[in-house]
Structures are given as structure tokens and as C-alpha cells.
């Protein structure tokens, strides 16, 4: 096509829209992000009001995130966590080994510490589970990332569980009902199957508790750091004046008593 051609509003949000869902799908892990005002901005350009553009970004603020659900979702195990936060206040360095502290008491694990830039990160990556902390670090905000991967540790639970479970249901269901007992052993495996799950699913939920709490903590760490260091510096030092040590006269005279009546 022509580069003088002109597209309407219609066609203008439907190329940004699709052109922003390829080059977000193309680069997935980007930090980098917008303010509500250089959207805004943006959006003006083609036509869109900054007041719709806002209550659009309040509603989705206020949104819980739906996940792609197929129709085999509710037989699935839930084993990844990918949880973040924006922690309104900065993060420092020396607040790190805290941060690391805390990140260490929700995974049972301790891990190898490493720093980018003004990225730092903590990784633990054992035999059935993997968890990584990411701290991306502002003047005047801090975004904390938190990633885990159960695949193994979900693994390790249910195939020896089911296998087991399918093996004595088939034999011992076929040997008192015949072949009616492939049925009845292949639902007591899903059942099986089921609990297995259940019980996995119960573990993430948990993990994703903890890390909730760690995000308070988090927050309530930071804020109570800065107040002590607020408190530091609106603290008047009294001065002290040290008076002039006298000199002393070896008059070899014994010092004066006053005698008390």
C-alpha cells in the first residue's frame, strides 16, 4: 500500500492494538513500561480522549488477571508462580540481605545472590523446585518479581502415586469383575489422580500466601527504614561543652576538709 494513504480512527487502533500485541509477545520479559501520562499522551495522538484512557487503566487496575482457561483446565496442576509487586518506596542495597532473608523463609531454600546494574537477583534452583527473585530498583519506587517452578516437584508426587494406584485398581478389579473391572480401575486411578492434585494445588496456593506477606513485609521494611533515617536527621544533637580541666598547684599542703557540724 501507498504511504499516503490515510487510515481512520477505527483502522489507527486496531494497528496499535495488534502492533503492541506482537512486540509484546516477541519481547515478553521487557521491564520497560509506561506512565498513565505518556499513555495518555500517546493515545491523544490518534484521537482517543486522556480521560477514557484513564478509567480504562483504573478499571484494569482493579481487574484480577484471567488466565487462557481450555476446557481441560480443572484437571491440570497448577506448578508455576509468576507474582510481582510495586513497592512505592526504593529498595537499597544495604536493604538486600533482608529482602534475600525473606525470599529464603518461603522457599525452605537458600540460593546464590547476583547484581546487574541496578537489578538484583536471587536464584534457587534445586532438584524438583526453581525459584528466582528479581529486584528492579527506582529513586522513588522498587518493583519486586518473584518467579517458581514446581514441574518437578509435581512430577515427583504423582507419577509414582497414579502408576501405582493404576496397576492394583486394573489387576485386582479385573480379577474379581472381569473386564467390568477396567472401568472401575480407571476411575479409581482418576480419583487418585485427583487428590494428587488437589494436594499440589494446595502447596502453590500456600507458596502464594507466603510470598503475599513477604510483599507486606516488604513494603513495611522499607517504610519503617525511612522513617528511622527521617527521625536521624530532624534530630537536634545537643552540643556538649567540656570545661577546661584547672591546673593543679602541688602546694604540698593537705587539701581543706570542710567540717560539717
Do not use: C
Not at 202 to 211: G, N, P, Y
Not at 253 to 260: A, G, M, T, V
Amino acid at each position: 500500500m501507498g504511504k499516503d494513504r490515510l487510515y481512520t480512527e477505527k483502522e489507527i487502533s486496531k494497528i496499535i492494538k495488534r502492533a503492541g500485541e506482537l512486540q509484546a509477545a516477541e519481547s515478553s520479559k521487557t521491564t520497560i513500561g509506561l506512565t498513565l501520562e505518556e499513555i495518555q499522551h500517546i493515545a491523544q495522538d490518534v484521537g482517543l480522549e486522556p480521560d477514557i484512557v484513564a478509567e480504562v487503566a483504573s478499571q484494569m487496575d482493579h481487574e484480577p488477571e484471567q488466565e487462557e482457561r481450555s476446557i481441560f483446565s480443572p484437571l491440570l496442576i497448577s506448578t508455576q508462580l509468576d507474582m510481582e509487586e510495586i513497592i512505592p518506596l526504593q529498595l537499597t542495597e544495604e536493604e538486600w540481605p533482608e529482602v534475600v532473608s525473606l525470599m529464603e523463609r518461603v522457599a525452605g531454600k537458600t540460593g546464590a545472590s547476583s547484581k546487574v546494574g541496578r537489578m538484583m537477583e536471587w536464584i534457587s534452583d534445586s532438584k524438583h523446585t526453581l525459584y528466582k527473585l528479581s529486584l528492579f530498583s527506582g529513586d522513588d519506587q522498587s518493583k519486586v518479581v518473584i518467579q517458581a517452578n514446581f514441574n518437578q516437584l509435581a512430577l515427583a508426587w504423582t507419577l509414582p502415586i497414579v502408576i501405582n494406584v493404576a496397576v492394583w485398581a486394573l489387576l485386582l478389579g479385573m480379577l474379581n469383575f472381569g473386564m467390568m473391572g477396567i472401568p472401575i480401575g480407571l476411575s479409581i486411578t482418576l480419583a487418585s489422580y485427583l487428590v494428587v492434585r488437589s494436594g499440589i494445588n494446595s502447596f502453590v496456593q500456600k507458596k502464594k500466601k507466603s510470598i503475599r506477606l513477604m510483599f507486606r513485609k516488604l513494603s513495611s521494611l522499607v517504610a519503617g527504614g525511612q522513617q528511622s533515617a527521617s527521625k536521624k536527621e530532624n534530630t537536634i544533637q545537643p552540643s556538649l561543652t567540656i570545661p577546661p580541666e584547672e591546673p593543679e598547684h602541688n602546694t604540698g599542703s593537705k587539701p581543706e576538709r570542710n567540717r560539717i557540724r
